[in-house]
């Protein structure tokens, strides 16, 4: 599903990726971990297509197509999601018209039939209700005055709307408590728990790790993938650390 | 001054002006709005098209009267609205306004607002979207006078610019003349914030979408309540999705 070659990229002219090589198979779910600065974030914005983020070597491709000659929205619409660490506030815009607009914008671009008014209410209560998100809150202005846990429910609200082929989660759990985190969890594994699809989180902790478990868990250290290995590995690092596993 | 010589650049509400423009149509008529004691009223005024169009009003609001003003400045070469507002005791005034403009436009409006007497509320909300090489003014002078004490005056002005050749002026001015006023005025110019137009790409919509959902958010401040809300908003809109 997503193949990344030798990727390379910088931002303000800095080098953060240097060589980041991984494939993910639809039907898994991989899991990136990593000191500070090793350039997880970046990572999820290169592939999005962040302003900024230049690639300056390497591929990626999701289901054969070049992500990166793409657009952010184009590639939204190849069926990339990219769950944000700190999603943004936009005072005015209502989630619900954007939503449906994006919803509608990606499916005019893949060439299926857009979704009436009704039937994208109806999704949207389906998904707010799966992970206990009150439909009044998708009203009001996107993520303006949402607490940190509603704000990562909220994406995963999105994620379910929108029904990405490839979600990447960068700290989906980054300041959640701990209902927050399981609800969180048990609806990217109802979202995304399914042999079409693929995910790819990045986190620091191995707690979100206990409710989405991933299929192969890999370290990132100095812009490259150093080492990968089953579930475990995300054990041993939370024993051991970043320095003694990535050495 | 003569009331009928052509303006210049020295004096201070053309500074930013179209002179060329303007004496097409100079002199412009003044229209008058009378609003009696403890009595509401509401206008809108919109210009638009390739015509310029200078339009000048004065309003007058006795004791406790009210009234609501909307401005939708749209011209495509040369619009500019000025309104003259005296607020006598407990008279209430509200202005929502906004410019859209792109191509050589040179959009104007200048207010001033005389507080005569105590007690009175004036609110102005002034919202500009510029792009191409557009200009888009606003010279906005609260006046209060000796005596008027309780006055109550707010301006909010916000500018937002689509490109490099864009020009917002924004010239707030206050001249108070009692104790006791309450008077805010906040002012800025900027650009669509970088960061939410990525966030609303990646959820896959086209860049024009994403700045005219921000924008129509943006201009909906200056509507906000206005009788008119529906109707100013969908031309605003209209004229957006022109420029963008």
């Known amino acids: 599903m997503l193949k990344i070659h030798n990727l390379h990229a910088t931002v303000a002219d800095k080098p953060i990726l240097k060589g980041l090589s991984l494939t993910i198979n639809a039907g898994e779910i991989h899991a990136i971990m990593g000191p500070n600065g090793a350039g997880k974030s970046t990572l999820g914005y290169t592939l999005a297509g962040r302003p900024g983020y230049e690639v300056t070597e390497g591929a990626a491709q999701l289901n054969g197509v070049d992500l990166l000659a793409l657009a952010p929205h184009e590639r939204a619409a190849a069926g990339l999601f ?130 989405v478990r991933p299929d192969f868990v890999h370290v990132l250290s100095g812009g490259r993938i150093v080492r990968s290995g089953g579930p475990e590995l995300a054990l041993e690092l939370e024993e051991q650390g970043y320095e003694a596993v990535a050495a | 001054m003569n009331a009928l010589a052509l303006p210049t650049r020295h004096d201070e509400a053309y500074r930013y002006s179209d002179l060329d423009a303007l004496a097409g149509v100079w002199p412009v008529a003044r229209e008058v709005l009378r609003v009696p004691a403890g009595e509401a009223a509401a206008r809108a005024i919109v210009i638009s098209g390739e015509a310029a169009v200078a339009r000048h009003l004065l309003v007058d609001l006795a004791p406790g009267a009210t009234c609501d003003l909307s401005l939708l400045n749209l ?29 050589e436009a040179t959009l104007e409006i200048v207010t001033e607002v005389t507080h005569a007497a105590p007690d009175a509320v004036s609110r102005q909300t002034l919202r500009s979207v510029l792009a191409g090489a557009a200009t888009g003014s606003y010279l906005g002078k609260v006046v209060v006078a000796r005596g008027a004490n309780g006055t109550d005056a707010a301006q909010s002005v916000r500018a937002m610019l689509l490109s490099r050749g864009a020009t917002a002026n924004a010239k707030p001015e206050l001249e108070i003349e009692a104790d006791d006023v309450k008077c805010a005025h906040g002012c800025a110019v900027g650009e669509l914030d970088a960061g939410a137009l990525f966030y609303l790409a990646s959820r896959g919509l086209p860049p024009a979408s994403a700045k005219r959902l921000m924008l129509q958010a943006f201009l909906a401040e200056a509507f906000a309540g206005a009788a008119e809300e529906e109707a100013l908003s969908g031309k605003a809109l209209e004229r957006l999705e022109a420029l963008l």
């Open chain 2, 75 to 103: 011209a495509e070469r040369f619009g500019r609205i000025a309104v003259e507002v005296r607020l006598d005791a407990g008279a209430r005034f509200t202005l929502g306004a906004a410019q859209i403009g792109g191509g």
């Open chain 1, 82 to 211: 990219l769950g944000f660490q700190y999603p943004v506030e936009i005072p005015g815009v209502s989630f619900l018209q954007f939503l449906r607009e994006a919803a509608n914008a990606q499916r005019l671009g893949r060439g299926e039939p857009t979704l009436s008014g009704g039937a994208f209410l109806k999704l949207a209560r389906e998904k707010a209700a799966l992970l206990q998100m009150d439909m009044e809150m998708l009203k009001r202005p996107v993520n303006v005055g949402f607490s940190g846990g509603e704000k990562k429910r909220a994406e995963m609200v999105q994620m379910g709307i929108l029904d990405p082929a490839l979600a990447i989660l960068d700290e989906t759990d980054s300041g959640l408590d701990i209902d927050a985190l399981r609800i969180c969890g048990e609806g990217i594994n109802a979202i995304m728990r399914r042999p079409d699809k693929a995910v790819l989180l990045i986190t620091h902790y191995q707690r979100l790790l206990d409710v």
